[in-house]
């Protein structure tokens, strides 16, 4: 039996959404400058003093878990740049009432980590690989470091890290033309694939619509050389759609935030670097929890202010976009966002 200091709140939004999942990014740095997420040479960092510890992140976790997260997700910028990550996953994985606990990375430090992060306790790990081409990978992550995500994915398999999902982001014209590749590179090595329609995150992607590959056109690809059946939703808040080859190999997903919004079972909330509060990935504000936490204030106060906040959140702004897209008036840049780099995705 729950203790009363680990009892979930039931907490509702004003859609009657709970909060279920917590994103928490632990730097806004990235070593890669992927075209559709962070395209710019020089940004703005968050300056390390107002960088959340481990510490704080963990107690703030605790806090969260309190009030319904049950899944937390690390990620960032680039999280395997963060000093010392294994022991931030250590603290995390032994908090009780989390049920699942991963990492998104760009896997090019996965090689020197993973041995460390299986022992610190974690058991799976999402990556993401747009092509297994090298000139293309060069293209969109703007840097040479293919061989060193492949092993990187090798070595998260060798420490017994499963599933291994592989996240793509297809864009038109650029790697639409890899999605059967990315298919048989992940059926051959045993990796889940889940492709991710491109999204107009952040404010410096220069997003059109007219270069995201909707998920009919990724599945018709897929479905004319693999035949696939649909399964669903693992649960009603997960963001992918999943898919069964009808051959038996394989796992596939399809995340379509732009063409089939999934707003209405939203449970993720998001923490950033510098310990903001943000509750929709294209918010274009936060509620800065960092402030009270170095101001003293104790759990209960801290809880309560989360909760009000949580309670208040009307977001659906995918669902909004497509309303706008199908009446002809959607302006991608008319709303200043959060960078992407400091939300994690
Ligand atoms: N650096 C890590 C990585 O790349 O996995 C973690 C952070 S990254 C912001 C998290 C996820 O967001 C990645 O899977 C990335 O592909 C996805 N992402 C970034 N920009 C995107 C966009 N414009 N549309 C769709 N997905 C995007
Ligand atoms: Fe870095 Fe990940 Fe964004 Fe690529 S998607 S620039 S790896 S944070
Ligand atoms: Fe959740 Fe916002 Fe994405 Fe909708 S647009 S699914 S509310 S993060």
Redesign the pocket.
Known sequence: METASTAKEDLKDTLGRAMKDLRISVTDRCNFRCSYCMPLDKYEWIDRSEILSFEEITRLSRIFVRLGVEEIRITGGEPLLRHDLEALVSQLARLEGVKDLSLTTNASLLSEKAAALAAAGLNRVNASLDTIRSEKFRLITRRDDLANVLEGLSAARRHGMNPIKINSVIQRGINDDDILELVEFSRQHGFWIRFIEYMDVGNSNNWISDKMVSKIEILETIHARYPLKEIGRADGSA?AVNYQFLDGIGNIGVIA?VTE???AG?T?ARLTADGRLVM???ADQSLDLKRLLRSGADDEAILSFIRSAWIART?????ERLEAMNSGDYQPRQRRKIEMISLGG
């Open positions: 963001p935030s919004p999934f707003c939203c993720r929709c990935l294209f977001d659906r702004y995918s669902e």
